[in-house]
């Protein structure tokens, strides 16, 4: 029989959700339907939202249940995600924050097909996708296992109902309803876990957490300590190349605000991970047999993974446990959406857009995005609804994005000039075969190679593989593009065997993006006396066709529009003052009168550059 009680607190959750998502789409400007306005809220996300959303990167209902499981079943040790997710937004503010918002991209996938060319990303493109969708489905199965449990609600009832509103939402209102249902999600975790933990924590059947008995710190056992670093890279260099995070840094309004907003990010990772980390402990210290629970015990895994409804539903007063709950689903309930964003902004710019419809017009490109929306949510709800593994699906994808993606984003943000399309696509060969032929036990995929330590038993490499094919997925992309580079400027290969045109057989129309200016002013192409400006967002033309994506460049302090735009004006008219006056011999000393006579372009041209 369906809980009443515990519907109406989901109902009610959902329902704030709702109205915020809705609410924060009419911040969008009135009739701007551009892909900076809809996919990044026109990079106006300010300080206070933009810390809240960038945890959200990653504090959802998948971080805050796995990290209670984590506790439960193999200890804090062994708890890796809140530390090395929080890292993740250290190490992507250091190295890859500044230079991605500088260029003014788009998505994370535009620098790779600026070196790589349109094909190769929509390539690269697959594992981003696959990641992306699966982590919704995750999210979503989730959900409608822990609501059918906890109020008796039907399974494919709650799956659908969940999607459906995150759907709503997001097409309704894109980057802006993400980042501000995120606001209310990290706000619904925060006071529905803590006002929880103190009646779970007295609750007459869990023992002392310092009891001898309760072993919730956990241990590594020497033969799983390569297995344990592996898997802490996976999740520190793993968790940087993934649309969700680079669709906060690069809706930030400066690139030394999404610098800012990652290391304040990362300290939220912590801090949100602390409840769910006393809900597992005080889990590992109850005897479940002697609650009310009537389930299997040992607690088998279908129930590990769901300790923290289980803490909420027999450890807590029904009032508390229905808070809890309602806040806990609707949090879970809006971190799909970013993923769900994320996948149908990179099909609808690196895919559609620059492989298929390079004229498009940005409102076409929007159409695809919302119809793109759709379909990647129907897709996340069929597999949340039909596929068992979701986990195993997924934790395949995320090992595909930390060897595949990771060295690629890596060399074409800080080494673009080592690296080039023949590179990649070995590396990616290289990086997809080494970690398949690792197996994976999830999914009942069998090791083709058994690296040392196999454990036979498990069916577990304990050997860093993935790692192993990261590195080697590096050295492949810089050693094959260092290679065919030779091999073509030397003449060992005629230009006509440059396939992908990358090296010497070179299109004329390709025109590749400069470093960003140090000044931060938005970079300038002159063209004889004409002059025009280049932005990643409102390009259309030869260079786009390419998949040459030009910075979009803003100053990185919080200027006023109005006063941005004047001191460009500024600067514009004391360049071509300073070339008028070099050409008439005012300035330069002697050197000026060499200039006599040369014809200068029109002066209200050149101020169209800027």
């Known amino acids: 029989m369906i809980n009443i009680a515990g519907v109406v607190s989901i109902v009610l959750f959902y329902l704030l959700i709702l109205v ?28 206070f939202v933009g810390i809240f959303t960038m945890t959200a990167t990653w504090v959802g209902g998948g ?14 040790v062994w708890c890796q995600a809140p530390f090395g997710y929080a890292l993740s937004l250290v190490f992507g503010g250091i190295f890859f924050a500044n230079p991605m918002r500088k260029q003014g991209y788009i998505t994370m996938l535009d620098p790779l097909q600026d ?19 699966f982590w919704a489905a995750g999210i979503l199965a989730a959900l409608g296992a822990t609501l059918s449990v906890i109020i008796d609600m039907d399974h494919r009832t709650s799956v659908i109902l969940s999607s459906g509103i995150a759907i709503f939402y997001t097409l309704f209102g894109g980057l802006y309803s993400v980042a501000y ?16 933990i103190p009646f779970a924590w007295t609750n007459d059947h869990v023992r002392s957490l310092s009891d001898m008995d309760v072993d919730w710190i956990g241990h590594v056992e020497p033969k799983q300590r390569w297995f344990y670093i592996d898997y802490g890279l996976l999740l520190i260099f793993g968790g940087i190349p993934w649309q969700v995070y680079f669709q906060r840094v690069l809706s930030s309004k400066t690139a030394g605000r999404a610098q800012l907003l990652s290391y304040v990010a990362a300290a939220g990772c912590i801090l949100m991970a602390i409840p769910p980390v006393l809900i597992g402990a005080i889990a590992k210290a109850t005897p479940w047999n002697e609650t009310d629970y009537k389930g299997p015990y040992p607690l088998t895994v279908d129930q590990t993974s769901m300790i923290l409804p289980m803490v909420l539903q027999y450890l807590t007063p029904d ?68 596929i068992p593994s979701i986990y195993g699906l997924w934790s395949m994808c995320s090992d595909l994005v930390y060897v595949i993606l990771f060295p690629q984003l890596l060399m074409v943000v800080h080494f673009k000039k080592h690296c080039n399309t023949y590179g990649s696509l070995a590396a990616y060969i290289i990086a997809l075969f080494i970690r398949l032929s690792g197996g994976e036990a999830i999914l009942g995929l069998p090791a083709l190679i058994h690296y040392p330590g196999y454990d036979e038993e498990t069916n577990t490499q304990l050997f860093p593989f993935r790692t192993m094919a990261m590195l080697i997925s590096l050295i492949t992309l810089v050693f094959v593009s260092w290679w065919t580079k030779m091999m073509f400027e030397s003449g060992k290969l005629p230009p006509s065997y440059d396939y992908f045109r990358c090296v010497v057989n070179i299109p004329e129309d390709v025109q590749r993006v400069g470093d960003p200016s140090e000044a931060g002013e938005q970079l300038s192409v002159m063209a004889g006396p004409l002059a025009r400006s280049y932005g990643a967002a409102t ?35 004391t360049q071509v003052q300073k070339m008028l006056d070099s050409a008439t011999g005012k300035a330069g000393g002697g050197g000026g009168g060499q200039r006599e006579g040369m014809a200068m372009p029109n002066a209200e041209q050149d101020n169209t550059a800027f």
């Open 20 to 47: 915020v998502g809705i609410w924060a789409g009419r911040k969008k400007q009135s009739g701007n339907d551009s892909e900076e306005e809809v996919m990044l809220a026109g990079r106006s996300i300010g300080l």
């Open 63 to 76: 971080y805050i249940n796995g990290t209670a499981e984590a506790i439960y079943t193999s200890g804090l």
């Open 115 to 133: 070196s790589f060319g349109e094909r190769m990303g929509g390539l690269l493109f697959l594992p981003a996708l696959c990641g992306e969708v």
């Open 181 to 196: 249902t995120d606001v209310i999600q990290l706000f619904c975790i925060f006071i529905g876990l803590w006002m929880c």
């Open 319 to 386: 009032f508390v446990s229905f808070f809890g709950l309602g806040a806990v689903s609707a949090a879970v309930m809006s971190s799909a959406d970013s993923s769900v964003l994320s996948a149908a902004s990179m099909f609808a710019r690196n895919v559609y857009k620059l492989i298929f419809r390079q004229k498009a017009s940005e409102m076409e490109i929007i159409w695809v995005m919302r119809v793109s929306i759709i379909i990647v949510g129907i897709l996340a709800t069929i597999m949340a609804l039909t």
């Open 539 to 573: 390009m259309a033309g030869k260079d786009e066709r390419n998949g040459r994506i030009n910075p979009a460049l803003e100053s990185d302090d919080d200027l006023p529009v109005a006063e941005a735009k004047r001191l460009n004006q500024q600067t514009a008219q």
